[in-house]
């Protein structure tokens, strides 16, 4: 990628991945780029478990109500947590260290999509967190904010549309948009 302008207009959600595995290189260089995401007074509060078990990513994928059917076909999610005992801001911390995961896979040529499990249900109603917590044998003291399914782009999306934006949404004293 050239610049990070062009990163952010290619940048989409993927949903449908191909079934060749992430490599270990591409594994450690999604992980090396999360682990420098900033973070509330460089506490550093989140915390990544990579989940390439096609048995965990398929209950995975039932672990909320809606939005994440598609996991049980990814190669590889990672789940987003982080310690509220280290940081206050853990889900700011641990957003935007989803956040650099999703624009680092996209700059590999992957795709990605964020899985909010954070305040999400499961079709009966139990706390998709737990779920999680259940599938992967999560302590209590680490929260989960999402997880990021990542593998390599199993169809084509077009750009964001630049014409579509909502200048609207944003003010200034001198600007003009």
Same mark, same amino acid.
């Given at each position: ?31 090396? !780029?999360? *682990? ?5 007074? @460089? /506490? ?5 478990? +990579?989940? $390439? ?46 956040? !650099?995961? *999703? ?5 590999? @040529? /992957? ?5 909010? +499990?954070? $305040? ?58």
């Amino acid at each position: 990628m050239e610049n990070f302008s062009e990163l952010a207009k290619v940048r989409r959600s993927m949903r449908k991945f191909t079934e060749e595995k992430i490599t270990h290189e591409e594994q450690r260089q999604l992980m090396r !780029t999360a *682990l420098m995401s900033p973070s509330s007074k @460089g /506490l550093h509060s989140y915390e990544f478990i +990579i989940v $390439e078990d096609s048995h965990k990513l398929e209950a995975l994928s039932k672990s909320k109500d809606k939005g994440a059917e598609f996991l049980a076909n990814a190669p590889m999610a990672v789940v987003v947590l982080a310690s509220p005992s280290v940081s206050d801001v853990w889900i700011e911390d641990a957003s935007v260290a989803a956040t !650099t995961l *999703l624009y680092q896979a996209e700059d590999m @040529g /992957l795709g990605a999509c964020w899985i909010q +499990i954070r $305040e999400r249900k499961d079709e009966e109603g139990k706390d998709a967190e737990a779920n999680v917590k259940d599938i992967l044998g999560i302590d209590d003291e680490r929260r989960v904010c999402c997880i990021v399914a990542v593998g390599h782009k199993g169809m084509e999306r077009k750009p964001q549309n630049e014409e579509r934006l909502l200048w609207e949404k944003v003010s200034s004293e001198t600007l003009i948009f």
